[in-house]
Each structure stands twice: as structure tokens, then as C-alpha cells.
């Protein structure tokens, strides 16, 4: 039971920021005759019935760009991946990928792979 409610709540952490969007949008929904009457830039002129959109476009606008301001800056924090290479002094335009292949001690190869494999599984239909 622990383990489950652990679980759902680091789902919930991580996918907090997806839901910030949606945060602003639902904030908007529940007051929006607050946001129409005195947060409105144009509440000045009723003729263009903005009823707070302006306002809802500003913080959108605003929470796109926090998210991509923690992005770009958790891309700079994230650490450099290198990939190691177990064979460090390897020629290729002498030798072709095949055989080096062979060569190395981690690959092994069938002769005729296919009569090997297949030989047991596939049987003609017998009537």
C-alpha cells in the first residue's frame, strides 16, 4: 500500500509541470467574472468582449515562457554523456565490419544460421 501511494506521488511530482498550463486555464474558468470586471485590460471597452482572454493570453504566454526558461536551463545543467569504446585503437577503412566482428572475442556466428534455427521449428504440412 505504501509502495503504491509512493508511487503515485512521484508520478504527481513529476509530472507537475505538464500540468501548469492547465492550472492557469482552470484558474481562468473559476474566476473569470474577478478577472473579467477587474484584471481585464480592455474592461474599459465592453464592445470587444475580451471578458478577461487578454489577461488569460498574458499568463499563458508568461507560463510557456517559464517553461522554457527551467528547460533551457536544466539542459545546461544536465551532465555531458560519453560512450566508451572497449576498443580503443580500431582501423576501419582497412577491414571490413564483418570481419571485424569475428575477430573480436564477444561475437560469436553460426556457419548457416538459418539451417541452425529453423530446421526444428518450420516442417512442411504432412497430410
Known amino acids: ?11 504527481l511530482v513529476l509530472n507537475l509541470p505538464l500540468f501548469s498550463r ?5 484558474y481562468f474558468q473559476a474566476n473569470k467574472a474577478y ?3 477587474v484584471l481585464c485590460v480592455n474592461k474599459n ?15 499563458l504566454k508568461a507560463a510557456e515562457e517559464r517553461e522554457h526558461k527551467q ?8 551532465p555531458e554523456i560519453q560512450l566508451f569504446c572497449p576498443f580503443g585503437n580500431l582501423n576501419f577503412s582497412k577491414i571490413s565490419f564483418i570481419e571485424l566482428l ?3 572475442s564477444n561475437f560469436a556466428f553460426l556457419v548457416n544460421p538459418v539451417a541452425g534455427m529453423l530446421k ?3 516442417r512442411p504440412p504432412q497430410f
Open 45 to 59: 471597452r465592453p464592445s470587444l468582449h475580451c471578458d478577461g482572454k487578454c489577461y488569460l493570453a498574458k499568463k
Open 102 to 104: 569475428r575477430k573480436t
Open 1 to 11: 500500500m505504501l509502495t503504491r501511494v509512493t508511487i503515485y506521488f512521484l508520478l
Open 120 to 122: 526444428g521449428i518450420f
Open 35 to 37: 478577472i473579467a470586471k
Open 22 to 26: 492547465m492550472g492557469v486555464v482552470v
Open 71 to 78: 528547460t533551457a536551463e536544466r539542459l545546461e545543467k544536465m
